[in-house]
């Protein structure tokens, strides 16, 4: 096989790497580096400060040929005045996590770090991706941080790969901390599937109850034991036999979940290719 060839099925395979991977063009922000390859750094933990929020679910894995997920983030300037942030990725334990990210819109290849930072004028925008390269399988949340506090929108959207049909992809919002009971309303059968994703800011016993969609009547309920900074997703009729063919609402009841102690997100899976993401609704003044 000549040189040409070679450098023809190459350009072939980026474009078509390229198509499968819709990634906005940027400019993209500076990566945090990576503390696994630092000797003088070590994993943080998770550490929150009032003003945080959280993106709920990340993933980075597999390749566009064999199929897998990444993650495009986007960020803008809805403040008046200049705004630092920096969005920190943890694993589900709750200690800092790699992602390879792309340096530019260009880049297929990615540098491992553990989150972006970036600086903008008021209205300014910016993105980062993460680029599924066959590294090891990255799963958790990420928190973000800013100055001042609510002067940067950041978006995250969670890309599934795979090969042969369209990229599938769901929004994943910023969730501020929530308080004692959630509320998530949810669709099952008819080829949709509800999960949900859910991280905890202390250590709690995390309640799931099943309610019927039309008289509120409780069907089924399941209790998960959270650590401190810990991250689970999980299909809903794992832990929720009753949710595999039914609809309505799920409850999500914290002890003691205080406020500022959770953030959750929910998606329905449809069979025809789309991700539907589920609001969680919490009310202040109904704290069961």
Not at 20 to 25: D, I, K, L, T
Not at 151 to 158: I, L
Not at 265 to 275: L, V, W
């Amino acid at each position: 096989m000549n040189f040409t060839r070679v450098a023809v099925l190459f350009l072939l395979a980026l474009n078509s790497m390229a198509q499968a991977m819709p990634r906005p063009a940027g400019p993209y922000f500076e990566p945090i580096p990576d503390w696994q390859t630092k000797a003088t750094l070590s994993p943080p933990g998770i550490v929150i400060a009032p003003g945080d929020e959280i993106l709920p679910q990340i993933a980075n894995s597999g390749t566009p040929e064999t199929g897998g997920f990444f993650m495009i983030f986007q960020a803008s300037n809805v403040s008046e005045t200049m705004a630092t942030f920096e969005v920190n990725f943890y694993d589900a334990n709750g200690e800092s996590m790699n992602m390879p990210l792309a340096e530019d819109s260009d880049d297929m290849t990615g540098t491992p770090a553990s989150g972006f930072q970036g600086t903008l004028s008021p209205g300014g925008y910016g993105a980062q991706v993460t680029i599924p390269n066959g590294s090891a399988a990255a799963i958790g949340y990420a928190v973000v941080r800013m100055t001042p506090a609510e002067s940067v929108a950041v978006n995250a959207t969670f890309v599934n790969l795979v090969p042969g049909r369209p990229p599938f992809m769901a929004g994943i919002p910023l969730s501020s901390r929530l308080h004692k009971t959630a509320f998530m309303p949810y669709l099952a059968g008819g080829g949709f599937t509800p999960s949900l994703a859910l991280v905890s800011m202390q250590a709690q016993d995390v309640t799931l109850i099943a309610r019927s969609g039309f008289d509120g009547t409780e069907l089924c309920r399941a209790t998960l034991s959270f650590g401190a900074g810990h991250h689970q997703p999980f299909l809903l009729n794992q832990h929720l036999a009753c949710t595999a063919t039914t609809e309505g609402t799920l409850e999500i009841r914290g002890d003691p979940l205080m406020p500022a102690s959770i953030a959750g997100i929910g998606f329905e899976g449809h069979e025809g290719g789309a991700f539907v993401t589920q609001p969680i609704w919490t009310n202040p003044e109904r704290e069961l």
